[in-house]
């Protein structure tokens, strides 16, 4: 048994585990399910060839690329451009390259299309989200963009999650001006390494979307967007962010 991450981890004999997945991600399936595969041992482990194996219904297999190494305390996000996880009555096997068992999750369902997903705690799995370590800038790039002030985000260990810009709000779907919004927003950042700095007073909404600061080529992203014309500020208290400067 591990400590990571604030839980207790029971290891396998191989030591890698299935660390969390999301069957059911925010907007479409298609592209966005992830599963997060993790290494807490001090050694590090070829998984090239390795397998993940869905088990309900005709069961579906993704192949992980040869000669990929999983280094001690890393993970890697496996997420294949189509839909491959059952939202119900699903299991995950993670096989070695002669097809023997190293890890699997219990059968779970998941009907909620957001961020929430579910991940390991000991020999459980837990269903929502996780606070994320305060003060930390997180990595990713950017998948979507679904409007004006929302995005979906793909990271390293958390796969994609739908992120909500804080402190501001764009224009709505059937407002004058939506569509010139979603798209500044798709030319400034789609496809670009982008850096978050979550709100820590309040990291999710009620929609569990990450409220975060995004920076984009080190610009505030969130300020340029009000800047710009494409949204309002919109303060809403607990915040780090005094959004109320932005409109300056």
């Not at 907007?27 to 001090?42: Q, R, S, Y």
């Not at 999650?161 to 927003?185: M, P």
């Amino acid at each position: 048994m591990r400590y990571e991450r604030g839980f207790y981890i029971d290891l396998p004999p191989f030591g890698v585990i299935i660390y969390a997945f999301d069957q059911n991600p925010a907007g479409l399936d298609e592209g966005n399910e992830w599963v997060a595969i993790h290494n807490p041992t001090n050694k590090s482990v070829d998984i090239g060839n390795w397998t993940l194996e869905t088990t309900n219904g005709s069961t579906a297999s993704v192949w992980i690329a040869e000669g990929t190494i999983l280094y001690p305390g890393a993970y890697i996000t496996i997420s294949p451009s189509y839909r491959w996880i059952d939202n119900n009555n699903e299991s995950i096997i993670l096989r070695d390259a002669v097809s023997d068992v190293v890890d699997r999750t219990r059968v779970v369902n998941d009907n909620e299309s957001d961020n929430r997903y579910w991940m390991r705690n000991n020999s459980e799995w837990t269903f929502g989200v996780r606070d994320l370590e305060k003060g930390e800038l997180w990595s990713g790039y950017v998948k979507n963009v679904v409007d004006g002030d929302t995005i979906d985000v793909h990271f390293n260990i958390c796969g994609i999650q739908r992120v909500r810009l804080v402190g501001i709000d764009a224009l709505e779907i059937g407002e004058e001006g939506y569509e010139k919004a979603k798209e500044f927003l798709n030319e400034t950042c789609i496809w670009k390494e982008v850096k978050l700095d979550v709100d820590d007073m309040r990291q999710y909404d009620t929609h569990y979307r990450i409220l975060a600061v995004v920076y984009v080529d080190e610009t505030n992203l969130n300020k340029t967007i009000v800047r710009e014309g494409y949204a309002k500020v919109l303060y809403i208290p607990p915040s780090e962010f005094d959004c109320r400067e932005w409109g300056g």
